[in-house]
C-alpha cells in the first residue's frame, strides 16, 4: 500500500523501539512490513474465502479459525511494527480481555441464531445473481446497516450505554477490539445479519464477504504504524478508527469498520494525513465502570444515567 505524507515534526518515531530513529538500519528493516502487513492480511481473506467455496466449508467452521487467525498474525505485528508500545496490553488486561473476547463470540452466535432461525426460509443457499455479482452487493449492504447501527450507537442516549462500554479503554489495539457489552453485539450483528438475510444473500457471498468484515474490524483496531494512503477514502483503517475512539468529538467520526465511503457520504469522516489523536478513551472515564469491572460493566446499561447527552463524553 502507499504511504501517506509524513506527520510534520522530527525526533524518534513514536513507534520506534529505544534508540531506534527514523532511517536507522531497524527502521528500514520494518519499512516492507509496514508495507506488506495490510495486503497480506486482504490476501489471505480472500485464499481462505475461495478455498471455502471450492471445497464446500461450512461458514461456522471457517470464521471462528479465521478469526483466530487474523488475531495472531496482528498481534504479532503490533510487537513488530507498533504505532504505541505504550498501548501494548499489560497482563491484567490480556486477562480482562480474554473473558470479554469469549463474551463476544457467544453474543455473535446468539445474535446468528436468533437471523436464521427466523429468516431461514427466505435465505438461498446458492446466489440469485451470480455470486461475484452478488458479494459486491452483500458487501455494500452489510457495511451500510453496520455503519447505521454504530453511529446510532454513539447518538442514541440508551444504545450508548451498552455500546460505549468499548470505548472505556485508553489504548486501541488487537486485543481490545472485543471489549463490548454483549446486548450491543447482539443489536450490532443482528441487525447487520438481518438485513443480509432479508434482502435474500446467499451462504455463500454472506460467507466471503464476513471474512472481509472480520479482518478488517481486527485491522483497523490494531496498534500498528501502518498507513494506507489514498485508499483510506475507501476502506476503513488504523488511522481513521484510532480517531474514532478519540476524546475530542470534533475528530471522533469513522463510524465505518470496513469501508469508508459512508463516512463520507453522511459527513462523519474526519481524517487527513498526520491527524492523530491526543488522547483515546472517554472524555468522562467515571460515566462507565473500569474495564476490568466485567460484572458490574455488564449491567452498567440498567444503572439510573449520571448524564442525559449520549456519545463517547
Known sequence: MESCEPVSGGGPDPAAGPGERKG??????????????????????????VVALRL???PDHVTPFFLLGTVAYLTALERLIPYQRSWHP??????????YFLLTLVASGVAQYLVTSGVTKVT????????????????????LASYL?????HTNPILWRFHG???VPDKVNVANNGVNHVLDIVITQGFVQ???ALIGFSQKSVLVVGLFVAAQGYFVHANIDVRIGRFNHLLASPEQ???HHSADMSEAGHYGSDLSIWDHLFDSYTWRPGREPVVVGLADPTSFPPTGDIAVTLLHPWRRSKRAGPGPV
Open 241 to 243: 478508527h484510532r480517531l
Open 90 to 99: 499489560s497482563p491484567s488486561e490480556w486477562r480482562w480481555y480474554g473473558i
Open 194 to 196: 438481518l438485513a443480509l
Open 149 to 153: 447501527v454504530h453511529r446510532l450507537g
Open 124 to 143: 438461498p443457499e446458492e446466489p440469485a445473481f451470480g455470486l461475484w455479482a452478488e458479494i459486491p452487493a452483500a458487501l455494500l449492504t452489510g457495511s
Open 56 to 58: 464446500g466449508w461450512e
Open 165 to 167: 462500554v468499548h470505548h
Open 24 to 49: 536507522s538500519p531497524a527502521h528500514r528493516a520494518r519499512g516492507p512490513l509496514r508495507v506488506l502487513a495490510y495486503p497480506v492480511l486482504l490476501g489471505a481473506a480472500v485464499t481462505v474465502g
